[in-house]
């Protein structure tokens, strides 16, 4: 059948199973565009406002699905905009694939209206990108975008196609031979070497923890988690994107680690005696100072990415594979084990750093602290929302108080830590999983820098929930200024519009929340109504998020919250 | 201590580039890179020279496999092999000169307007040593190509669809 390229790019995109696609239209794309009357009853085109806000929301909606996102843009500016998404998903791992349109390969490389070398711009911040300049290569090149995005470690292919191509006909029937990637073959399992030694030490260690991170997800290794940790009793530390890993309540489960985690976690890692690292990578909020982490223990890690092997903490096992191929290799050998004496020693650790919890105290009724607001939205949603967060004290308040019993229900932007990708972000998720309750709880800060985005909700009516923690400060940088720079708070505090006015001028209903009194009915209010909503809760300005690890220091050298705990007068109500 | 790797990678456009944008976005330093065709079209082999004492070279090898055009990274640095290194350098030309040159086994490949260009082909400390030897006689002008190097019998670096 006579296609033209730009039939060819929907037909490659059906093929790979694609639903929705977010996009902006523009000159170097319009071929695509036009083509989409033949095939908009088969794939969904959101309309986004801003071309990141489409990468952001092509992100959320892998991250909930599992599923590759794709994010679609015209050249040039369109193009270089959709670069701190993409930036976003290479970072966190996301399976994304971005098509652009160039300027025609006739002017390629002559500064023509709208060209940029996006391939070039792109290169460190993709896992693989592709120029093509003629019809023949469409089909190949996003053939190979989506495996290269989904398979391995997962993450963003950009395939920039220009437009004669998108306009050149070909007689076209979708390929079927198996790829050509002689240089792309990810690792799967462990050699049976491996498997010994990790058992070895998983059976010789007093004082196990298992680090959780992402790739558990990423590799549905869930249950095979679950399973190592009770049978072999080993507590289970969380990175940021690992939330969801393993059921916050399940009583191996000790919660977040690293510079803001709980202090008994941290504590823990210092004092263990060997570390079982699965599909995390040792970040820097992770580790703290690499020289003094988790001194004493000896170190298994299971990644899919070589490469993160050794790369930043030294291991005595490192084991490149599927997290969920090398559990499912491990566990048969793995007996059943007790640490009565680690596991007290920690309950006693997570005992005092419960005393110290702001969640705990009784706050004076007419303020409202975030922490507070974050735990009652918790509690009002019965703690089963996907939470979708944006950059800052409100993303880390999020961490520590609504906690995941289920995977993948919180999505965030953990290691570019992108402002501004959540709003967007949660209405990628809720086209994602249209099933469930969806909360985007955002900073008055990283909102602004995406909210045009109310428009795309309202255009097409996503049923996203706003929670807007607005201290009327940029608050984590604001937190470092009170504690690294002399409380000089150049440049942190925000003279902010009315929220709540800006959201009904987009034709999206609003409230404001004052006190933790009216949250619960706020709350109902929000899941009453069957499109977007945004509720602003109006917080203290100068509030901490703790515990925190400042950066590069030892991992157990935290500042705590004082006790009693600072601007909180009424605290001895509860204790 | 010098370490050498060799990468077999897709003969397209860019590769090159994908290589040198990993180097200078993870912070490897090199000492040389060299690029050119091998006996498959479709399979260019690059010889890279990095100080171990400055760059991890374990990272480079896995860095390097994360390219999707990288096919085959080999560390031929304790295996028997060979590796050469070019240099063309114009000097005044002097008998002293023409001494030194064929001491060293280079060969005058051009003499014009009192200059004689050099051509050494050998392992690169020679080919340093060479160069200084020259440096008192004044260099006008020099260029290298960098270390290219292959294993010895039966050490061979192939594609693994090729073996």
Not at chain 1, 467 to 476: D, F, R, S, V
Not at chain 2, 75 to 97: G, M, N, Y
Request: with cysteine; charged share 20%; glycine share 8%.
């Amino acid at each position: 059948m006579e296609l033209t390229g730009a039939e060819i790019i929907w037909e490659c995109l059906l093929r790979e199973g694609v639903e929705i696609v977010f996009g902006y239209p523009g000159g170097a794309i319009l071929p695509t565009y036009d083509a989409l009357s033949k095939y908009q009853d088969r794939v969904r085109h959101v309309l986004v406002r801003h071309e990141q806000g489409a990468t952001h929301m092509a992100d959320g909606y892998a991250r909930i699905t599992g599923k590759v996102g794709v994010a679609m843009a015209t050249s040039g500016p369109g193009a270089t905009n959709m670069v701190t998404g993409i930036a976003t998903a290479m970072m966190d791992s996301v399976p994304l694939v971005c098509i652009t349109g160039q300027v025609p390969s006739t002017v390629l490389g002559s500064d023509a209206f709208q060209e940029t070398d996006i391939t070039g711009i792109t290169l460190p911040i993709t896992k693989h990108n592709f120029l093509v300049t003629n019809v023949k290569q469409i089909a190949p090149a996003l053939r190979k975008a989506f495996h290269i995005a989904r398979t391995g470690r997962p993450g963003p292919v950009l395939v920039d196609i220009t437009k004669d191509a998108q306009n050149q006909k070909l007689d076209f029937t979708y390929p079927t031979e198996p790829l050509r990637l002689p240089g792309y073959v990810p690792p799967s399992a462990a050699t049976p070497d491996q498997i010994e030694r990790a058992l070895a030490l998983i059976k010789s260690a007093e004082r196990p923890l298992i680090l959780a991170g992402h790739g558990v997800m990423m590799s549905g290794a869930e249950r095979q988690l679950l399973e190592l940790a009770e049978r072999a009793q080993i507590p289970v530390a969380l990175t940021l994107l690992g939330k969801g890993a393993m059921p916050e309540a399940h009583p191996l489960c000790l919660g977040m680690m690293g510079m803001h985690g709980a202090a008994a976690v941290n504590q823990a890692i210092q004092s263990a005696d060997l570390l079982l690292a699965f599909g995390m990578r040792f970040d820097d909020r992770v580790t703290g100072n690499l020289r003094t982490y988790s001194p004493n223990s000896r170190k298994i890690h299971i990644d899919i990415d070589a490469s993160e092997l050794n790369k930043n903490v030294k291991v005595d096992v490192g084991i490149a594979g599927d997290l969920r191929t090398v559990l499912e290799q491990l566990l048969p050998h793995v007996p059943s084990l007790s640490h009565a004496a680690w596991l007290g020693e920690i309950r006693n650790w997570q005992e005092e750093t419960d005393e110290r919890d702001i969640v705990h105290h009784v706050a004076p009724s007419d303020k409202l602290y975030a922490a507070h607001a974050i735990h009652d939205l918790w509690a009002a949603t019965n703690g089963d929302a996907i939470v979708v967060t944006d950059v800052g004290q409100h993303q880390m308040w999020t961490a520590q108080y609504y906690l995941n019993q289920r995977p993948r229900t919180l999505i965030t932007s953990g290691g570019l830590g992108t402002m501004g990708f959540g709003f967007p972000a949660a209405i990628g998720v809720k086209l994602g999983a249209p099933q469930e309750t969806v909360w985007a709880i955002v900073g008055d800060g990283g909102f602004q820098m995406t909210l045009c985005e109310l428009a795309t909700a309202a255009q097409e009516n996503v049923n996203v929930n706003v929670a807007i923690i607005n201290n009327a400060y940029l608050g984590m940088v604001r937190q470092w200024q009170e504690f690294f720079h002399g409380e000089r708070y150049n440049a942190t505090p925000m003279h902010n519009p009315d929220f709540v006015k800006l959201a009904e001028a987009y034709g999206i209903a609003a409230r404001r929340v004052r006190t933790r009194a009216e949250i619960p009915e706020t709350v109902a209010w929000a899941h009453s109504i069957n499109a977007p909503t945004v509720v602003e809760f109006q917080v203290e300005k100068e509030d901490i998020v703790y515990p925190m690890v400042p950066a590069g220091a030892d991992l157990d050298k935290m500042i705590r919250r004082p006790a009693p705990p600072r601007n909180l007068p009424d605290w001895s109500e509860n204790h | 201590m010098k370490h050498t790797l060799v990468a077999l990678v897709e003969n397209e456009p860019g590769v090159l580039n994908r290589v040198a944008s990993l180097f200078r976005r993870r912070n490897f330093n090199i000492d040389s890179l060299t690029v050119g065709r091998t006996e498959d079209p479709n399979i260019s082999r690059m010889t890279i020279v990095l100080d171990s004492d400055v760059t991890r070279v374990d990272q480079v090898q896995k860095n390097l496999y994360k390219l999707v055009n990288v096919i085959q990274v080999y560390e031929i640095t304790e295996q028997p092999s060979v590796s050469r290194d070019l240099a063309l350098i114009k000097v005044r030309a002097s008998a002293e000169v023409a001494v030194l040159a064929s001491q060293f086994g280079a060969r005058i490949i051009d003499y014009r307007d009192g200059a004689m260009i050099l051509d050494l082909s050998d392992e690169e400390d020679r080919v340093e040593q060479f160069i200084e030897a020259l440096r008192p006689h004044g260099i006008i002008e020099l260029v290298r190509t960098g270390v290219v190097a292959m294993g010895r019998g039966n050490h061979v670096v192939q594609a693994p669809q090729l073996a």
